[in-house]
């Protein structure tokens, strides 16, 4: 079956929405109704069909405007990516996996054939039908991380692992929320992560680089992590602050639910076969709370997840200025009813 791509944009008229279906297959992050900062990392396997995790890769219908908004980005800013020489192989190593991933699991859009060390490479939706040497970059028109970034939704950071630690030497992030890969590159684990204080006053900046050490080949892993965002904006980057952290003071309770955003990040982590690095990929989705009320249960656990948030996480993530005007949009629609245990989407 073919997928229909939506002509979204994700900045300045922000016409990005999200179909019925899109909703129904949103990553709602929350199992309970309050939340406990942790790590929550499970194998990355595959899911029910039609759920984001039905395939190691998700590629969905705001596909071309993803790719359109990256070029976008890496237009105005090629520093949003970037590896150090030694993080060759490991970007080899991601070609690979994205493409045999997404040939495998959308062969109507995308179709990879090997001979040796030379590969064709067809991408139907984008027009794009290369042949090129499997590790020699003249044959690019990129190196291969940007190649074959430029084609796959989400961003890629690329983890060298030495000295018992892991280093951020490359990667390709023209989605970030709030961090810059320019100012990161080259920084290990903890340092990149030095700006997450609750993370560290937990714990789960120690837990996650052990666990991430332990990454083993064919063994995926993922999780979600979640915070909320004012218009689906996929380039809310430090460089860009100017322009998009302005918005925090622009919510009232007549536009709380089209601006204000649930913003989740499905973070999945593979360990690269050549090189050993790794690479973590996340992939952003957006729901409107206009949408988030489509769903009832989502409408009652949503709110009384905001409410249970101590202060020093609701400033981590950057809505203390808008968390209580959405609460107060949001309240009418918690009935007070039960909701179902576990997580509320397919």
């Known amino acids: 079956m073919n997928t229909i791509f939506k002509p979204d944009t994700f900045r300045n008229d922000f016409t990005f929405a999200n179909s019925p279906a899109a909703i129904k297959r949103f990553p709602f992050p929350f ?32 596909y071309v405007s993803d790719m359109a908004d990256r070029a ?34 959308y062969p109507h859009q995308f179709t990879l ?23 020699d970059i003249s044959t690019l028109s990129y190196e291969p991380m940007e190649y074959i970034a430029r084609q796959c939704q989400g961003d890629f950071t690329l983890l060298d ?70 218009n689906p904006r996929l380039d809310n980057s430090p460089e860009n602050y100017d322009i998009w952290g302005r918005d925090r003071a622009t919510v009232t309770p007549a536009n709380v639910g089209d601006k204000v955003h649930l913003r989740v990040e499905l973070q999945a982590v593979w360990r690269l076969p050549r090189s050993n690095a790794l690479v973590i990929s996340t992939r952003t989705y957006f729901l409107k709370m206009r949408e988030l009320l489509t769903q009832p249960n989502w409408a009652r656990r949503f709110p009384r997840v905001l409410k249970s948030l101590p202060a020093e996480l609701v400033d981590a993530k950057g809505i203390t200025r808008y ?7 949001l309240n009418p629609y918690d009935d007070g009813q039960a909701t179902p245990t576990g997580c509320l989407f397919k």
Not at 81 to 98: G, K
Not at 185 to 205: C, I, K, Q, R, Y
Not at 323 to 329: F, P, S
Request: aromatic share 10%; charged share 20%; glycine share 6%.
């Open 31 to 62: 199992c309970e109704d309050t939340y406990t900062y942790s790590l929550d990392m499970e194998p990355h396997v595959a899911g029910p069909a039609g759920s984001v995790y039905e395939y190691p890769i998700d590629i969905d219908d705001h």
């Open 72 to 105: 976008h980005v890496l237009k105005d800013d090629p520093l949003r990516c970037q590896a150090f020489p030694h993080m060759m192989t490991a970007q080899w190593d991601l070609l690979e996996l994205l493409m045999t991933s997404m040939a495998r699991a």
């Open 113 to 135: 054939h090997r001979n040796g060390d030379q590969w064709h490479w067809i991408n139907k939706t984008l027009g794009i039908d290369d042949k090129f040497r499997f590790g």
């Open 161 to 230: 692992q030495r000295d018992n630690n892991l280093w951020l030497d490359g990667g390709i992030a023209t989605s970030q929320a709030d961090w810059s890969l320019d100012f990161s590159l080259g920084m290990n684990f903890m340092e990149w992560h030095g700006a997450e204080p609750v993370a560290h006053d937990t714990g789960v900046s120690d837990h996650a680089l052990n666990s991430l050490l332990n990454v083993q080949q064919n063994s995926p892993v993922r999780r979600l992590n979640w915070t909320m965002t004012l």
């Open 323 to 329: 968390r209580d005007v959405t609460l107060d949009w």
